[in-house]
Each structure stands twice: as C-alpha cells, then as structure tokens.
C-alpha cells in the first residue's frame, strides 16, 4: 500500500531517490560490511543533524561532523575506496531527500530544484566522474551542503541562509571613503547578518543566463518571504565588478539588474582567488589581464529585502520557473 507521503512528495522525486538506492546497491564493494552500512547511515545522521546549528556558508562543518568523514573516507585510503565512499555518503543522502525534504516546510516550488539537483548528482556518480580533490572538492562540498538542505538550489545558483556582512570589508578604506559603508548600514539598519548568500555551482551553469538569474531571484523573494528574519541577498564575485560591462558585456546583466532594483555594492579587494576564476573561462579577460589593462577585484553585491521584494512584488513559490 503506498505510504500517505507519495501522495504528497513529488513523484519525480521519489523517483530519483529509488534511483539512488538502487545505483548505491550495484555500486556497494561486495565485501561490505552490517557494520559499514550503520557507520554511514549515523555519518548521514550527522550531518543532516548538524545544519540546525545554523552553518555559514557550505565548506565547513563542525569538527566531530568532520572527524566522522574522515573515519568514513580517510585520507591516505585508494582513490577507488574513496570516490566509493564519497558516493555512497551522496546516494544515502538522496534516498532520504524526499522526506526530509517535505518535513523541513520549504515552499513547494523548490522540490523540483531539489530533484534537480538529487539527479545530477546521480547521474554523475552512474558515469563514474571523480571528485578530483576528495573530501575537499569544492563540487563534492556543495552538493553535500545541499543533500542536507543547508543550500537552496535557485536555478542558476545555490544560496545559504546564515550568511552575513563581513565587518573586514566595511571597514575596507575604499569604501569608507566612497560611502559605500555608510549606504550598506542605513540600508540594512545595522542589521550584517543574516543575509541569503548565493554561490555559482559548476554543475549548475547550463542555466547561468539573464533568465535563469532573473528565475533565481524569483526563487530568493519566496525564500525571503519563507524566512522573514533574512535582511536581504549578498554574493561577491569579479562579475559584480562595474569593469565587466565593458570588457564583458555579456555579463553586465548580474550587475545592473539588482544595481537597477535597489542593490548596493562593497569593494572586496583584488586576490589571486578573484582573477582565477575572472580568467579561467574567458580567453578576451586572460588577455587583458596579461595587457595590464584589468585587474580583477571581487565586489560584494548587498540587495536589501525590502527592495528585492519589490522588484518581484508577485513572484510566489509556485510560479512556473523558466
Ligand atoms: C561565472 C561563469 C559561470 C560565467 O559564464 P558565462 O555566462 O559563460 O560567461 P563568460 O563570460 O565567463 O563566458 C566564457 C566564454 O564563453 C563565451 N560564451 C559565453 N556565452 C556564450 C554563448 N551563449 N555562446 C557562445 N559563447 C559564449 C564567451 O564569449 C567567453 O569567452 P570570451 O570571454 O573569451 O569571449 C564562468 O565565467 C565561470 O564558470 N567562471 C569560473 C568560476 C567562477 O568565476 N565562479 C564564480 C566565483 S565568485
């Protein structure tokens, strides 16, 4: 007899956390132990368990979460040993999303990002891709972050809730003197944290375009509506830099949009960090770059709730998204 809850998840959903278990059981060593299953269902136990502590950000866990991985995938272990390892952890996690999913009260609209996402993740472990750097792959984290609902999948960008404004960078000299500052506080009324923070996921790009951005704000307004204690939206990227639009109009829409609807900008400062990622997919930035005529700098975009949510006065959580 089917449960009361298929009734109520999304059927696709279910369908890919079957796919999960099933994958993870063609998939489990042959020699695999009672023993190894309870380590990884506690392993999942813990971090799912963790995130009511309220995580900044999706690198870190607390440490007795983190010990716990590395007795699961410890370091020094085959790379065979530990790519299996590190996929059975995702497969677990998968085949309880759909529950979790429902009892953690999130609108609607973002079990189908969540499925999304849960057959992605899938579909990467099914062709054997690896997670080049193990358990400190910036993919590996991040889909782990959201295979525990401590990322929100939005369309083109993963978002975490407990974010906030780094005092460091207001107090950078920049923009003490240009005011920026002063026009972060006034509009967010002292208020740093928390603040919504989106991150790019690597194996979300195919909707990284001027409609996905546009179906992601519409999917951080119902966040915000879902969580009324959010201040508002921060992500810092050398896209949000005002020097892109010239030398990459293409992606002038990630700033003017918000900077149209009310967003504020904070320098974040020049870093190696900031100008690998501005090169690495663009030969015409690698080339200014190597000229001397760009720097690339890492610019803080803050866009206060107020004026996000009146941008998209009418988006709710169940509107269709492109
Ligand atoms: C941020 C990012 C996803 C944007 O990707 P994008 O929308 O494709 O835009 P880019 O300007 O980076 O495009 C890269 C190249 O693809 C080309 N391109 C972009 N869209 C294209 C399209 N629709 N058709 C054909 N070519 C296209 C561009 O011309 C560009 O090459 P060029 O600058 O040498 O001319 C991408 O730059 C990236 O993954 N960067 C590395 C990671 C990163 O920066 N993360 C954010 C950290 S805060």
């Known amino acids: 007899m089917a449960r009361p809850l298929d009734t109520m998840i999304d059927q696709g959903l279910l369908a890919t956390a079957s796919s999960a278990a099933m994958l993870r059981f063609t998939l489990r060593p042959s020699g ?34 983190e010990d ?18 590190l996929n059975q952890l995702m497969l677990a996690l ?4 759909p529950d979790r999913l429902l009892q953690s009260g999130l609108p609607g609209r973002f079990t189908e990002e969540y499925r ?14 690896r997670w080049t ?37 207001l107090l950078l000299p920049r923009n003490l003197a240009s005011g920026a500052s002063v026009r972060v506080l006034l509009a967010l009324r002292d208020r740093l944290r928390p603040l919504i923070a989106n991150h790019v996921h690597p194996e979300m790009i195919d909707r990284f375009d001027p409609a996905g951005r546009e179906a992601c704000y519409g999917l951080v307004s119902a966040l915000l509506r879902h969580w009324p204690d959010s201040e508002g939206l921060v992500g810092a990227s050398w896209y949000y830099d005002r020097a892109i639009s010239d030398i990459s109009p293409n992606l002038a829409y990630l700033r003017d ?7 504020l ?18 030969e015409r930035r690698r080339a200014r770059v190597e000229d001397g005529t760009y720097r690339p700098r890492n610019v803080m975009m803050v866009w ?18 492109v």
């Open 32 to 65: 695999e132990t009672a023993t190894a299953e309870l380590a990884l269902t506690e392993l999942c136990a813990a971090f799912v368990g963790s995130v009511a502590q309220r995580l900044e950000g999706y690198r870190q866990w607390p440490q007795p979460v």
């Open 68 to 85: 716990r991985l590395q007795h699961w995938a410890p370091p020094g272990t085959s790379d065979l040993v530990l790519q299996s390892r």
């Open 94 to 97: 998968i085949e309880t999303l």
């Open 116 to 129: 999304r996402s849960a057959l992605r993740i899938t579909q990467r472990i099914a062709q054997a891709r």
């Open 133 to 169: 750097h193990g358990v400190e792959d910036d993919i590996f984290r991040k889909d782990l972050a959201l295979l525990c609902l401590r990322m929100v999948p939005c369309v083109s960008h993963v978002v975490c809730r407990h974010s906030g404004i780094p005092r460091s960078t």
């Open 257 to 263: 949009v918000p900077a149209r609807h009310g967003a």
């Open 265 to 282: 900008f904070l320098d974040a400062g020049a870093s190696d960090e900031a100008t690998a990622n501005a090169v690495s997919r663009s």
């Open 304 to 321: 206060p709730r107020r004026a996000l949510l009146e941008h998209l006065p009418h988006f709710s959580a169940t509107q269709a998204v």
